[in-house]
């Protein structure tokens, strides 16, 4: 398991914007995602990069999110903009140990293996 910390989220207003930081995924990532969970919901897959670049976004986040990263620090950002209280939940970064599921925004949060402790978005109206 790899240790990773979200950091940068916020209580904002609708329309706001936002940006997520992930620290610690390690040099030879093969894939990183962002995953949200708001109360009562399921965690679901939002965001990933696939090495070597290939970025892919769930339709309700795609135009207004971001994903991308520094690999001199090894930080992976979201930048949120047009932030909606749909958007409200609590954001995590992870990475699977494997490639067996794939990495797309739809592979299943319980085959990541590695988890940040999350960071918390709210969007008030």
């Known amino acids: 398991q790899v240790h990773l910390v979200e950091s940068g989220g916020g209580s904002v207003r609708d329309e706001d914007s936002l940006t997520l930081s992930c620290a610690g995924y390690?040099?030879?990532?093969?894939?990183m995602a962002w995953c949200r969970q708001a109360p009562g919901k399921e965690r679901e897959g939002i965001a990933v990069?696939?090495?070597?670049?290939?970025?892919l976004y769930t339709e309700s986040v795609k135009g207004r999110f971001t994903i991308s990263k520094d690999s001199d620090k090894n930080i992976l950002y979201l930048r949120m903009n047009n932030l909606k209280p749909d958007d409200s939940a609590m954001y995590f970064c992870?990475?699977?140990?494997?490639?067996?599921?794939?990495?797309?925004?739809?592979?299943?949060?319980?085959?990541?293996?590695?988890w940040g402790q999350g960071t918390q978005v709210t969007v008030a109206s």
């Open positions: 992870a990475m699977p140990q494997d490639l067996t599921h794939g990495c797309t925004p739809a592979r299943p949060p319980a085959t990541f293996n590695s």
């Open positions: 990069v696939r090495f070597p670049g290939t970025i």
């Open positions: 390690p040099y030879n990532m093969y894939c």
